[in-house]
Nanobody, 123 residues
Framework: QVQLVESGGGLVQAGGSLRLSCAAS????????MGWFRRAPGKDREFVAA????????FYADSAKGRFVIARDIAKNTGYLQMNSLKSEDTAVYYC????????????????WGRGTQVTVSS
């Protein structure tokens, strides 16, 4: 099993920034990709960003491109999502996920999920 714990969510004004963290523990060999997804009120969970643990180019949803940056620290077994220029439409519960990443941008690519962290952007 892999355990994922998100942190860093909160309330921020539009235009502000937040950095989410995802600490992974357990079977580190059981996944090769880490992703971030979010679920806004009344909407389905959607892809935000993903990165392969071995490196390579990250992937972003169109809504995140140019504003969000995903990163991982292998030594700390931790992933990050730096969110800049936040908008009210970014308000959602953000989930960290780990898996084989097939597909990298889809829910089916991930077997392990955190409980989520709330991000609220006030306008």
């Amino acid at each position: 099993q892999v355990q994922l714990v998100e942190s860093g969510g909160g309330l921020v004004q539009a235009g502000g920034s937040l950095r989410l963290s995802c600490a992974a523990s357990g079977r580190s060999f059981a996944y090769s990709a880490m992703g971030w997804f979010r679920r806004a009120p009344g909407k389905d969970r959607e892809f935000v960003a993903a990165i392969r643990w071995s490196g390579g180019d990250p992937f972003y949803a169109d809504s995140a491109k140019g504003r969000f940056v995903i990163a991982r620290d292998i030594a700390k077994n931790t992933g990050y999502l730096q969110m800049n220029s936040l908008k009210s439409e970014d308000t959602a519960v953000y989930y960290c996920a780990a898996g084989w990443g097939v597909p990298l941008t889809g829910l089916a690519g991930y077997d392990y999920w955190g409980r989520g962290t709330q991000v609220t952007v006030s306008s």
